[in-house]
């Protein structure tokens, strides 16, 4: 095969060429067949294989506008090396605007999978080989689960130089270091020695332009600093601020949660957040923070119950 040839589900794509992919994954009780759809945009010139996936779990959609931009402006005859974009991965999930699988399965907590184990299992081993193993980068597009908001934020291993080079162009607001979770995908592509970025931002099942025009900016940066793409036009990144923890701040007591603070706000240790009351007013209880950080993430449901995470803080140290 020729140096930048690449095989997909048996289907050679050759330099030069766009291919959209369907893979089959199964078919519903109603017999209709589901696939992972997957386009590739394959360069001249032999490069970097950068992955981009959204929509892991079914509800988050703001990724899957991100690759759809992101494809729109990416010629083939201008790429080096080859971008795999898979703007949907949980499409039973998508299909049913849910977080999960029909089995309640989170195929995020099932990689690398099994090609005979449960549905999760067999979509995450046929994400792990036709995809993650034909990469050399990858970055998996996410939202705050359901009732909850985030900041955009990138979240890897940056004690590994590479990844920290792509978060770092990445250009988000927060960079946060993170360990990976057992059965996740980053975990499973950091043990391929695959450097992957999380993209974090906006909320589930709603479209957040300033998410959304974050993504699509971190990527084109992500593919210049890979030297896979030179755009006419990008915005310079804002300087990032680094974080290696971060804290939740729960809820004290059930009751009706009224936040006094913005995402992206700073705020100091013993600040007043916001504070609980019951329906009538009565009773209220301050949430205060218990270290100085950053409001990287909160509920956007007012209803709480005693240990809710009500607000995601980055540790400003």
Not at 49 to 63: F, P, R, T
Request: hydrophobic share 40%; charged share 20%; glycine share 8%.
């Amino acid at each position: 095969m020729e140096a930048n040839t690449i095989e997909i589900a048996k289907e050679i794509i050759e330099p030069g060429r766009v291919c959209r992919l369907d893979l089959p994954v199964s078919r519903l009780p109603t017999q209709t067949l589901l696939s992972l759809p997957v386009t590739v945009i394959n360069g001249i010139e032999a490069g970097p294989k950068l992955w981009l996936s959204a929509a892991i779990h079914g509800d988050e959609l703001n990724g899957v506008e991100i690759i759809r931009q992101v494809l729109a402006q990416i010629k083939s005859d201008k790429l080096r090396g080859t971008l795999i974009a898979v703007p949907i991965v949980n499409v039973f999930g998508f299909i049913e605007q849910s977080r999960y699988l029909p089995d309640r399965r989170d195929l995020n907590r099932s990689f690398p999978g099994s090609e005979n184990g449960s549905l999760a299992s067999r979509l995450a081993n046929l994400f792990i080989r036709e995809i993650v193993s034909q990469s050399t980068h990858g970055i998996d597009l996410h939202t705050a689960a359901i009732h909850r908001i985030n900041l955009p934020q990138i979240r890897a291993n940056l004690d590994d130089s590479q990844t920290y080079k792509c978060a770092l162009a990445f250009g988000a607001p927060i960079i946060m270091n993170s360990t990976t979770r057992d059965g996740s995908l980053r975990q499973a592509a950091t043990q391929k020695g695959i450097p992957i970025l999380l993209y974090e931002a906006g909320e589930a099942l709603r479209f957040d332009p300033l998410a959304i025009r974050t993504g699509v900016q971190g990527i084109f940066r992500v593919m210049e600093y890979l030297q896979m793409y030179q755009f006419d036009a990008i915005d310079p990144p804002s300087p990032s601020i680094e974080i290696r923890q971060s804290k939740w701040v729960r809820a004290s007591c059930g009751g009706i949660f009224h936040l006094k603070v913005n995402l992206g706000e700073k705020v100091l240790k013993k600040q007043e957040l916001g504070f609980i009351t019951d329906a009538f007013g009565e009773n209220k209880v301050i949430v205060r923070a218990y270290v100085s950080g950053i409001d990287i993430s909160h509920t956007q449901n007012p209803l709480v119950n005693r240990g809710d995470g009500i607000i995601h803080l980055a540790v400003i140290e």
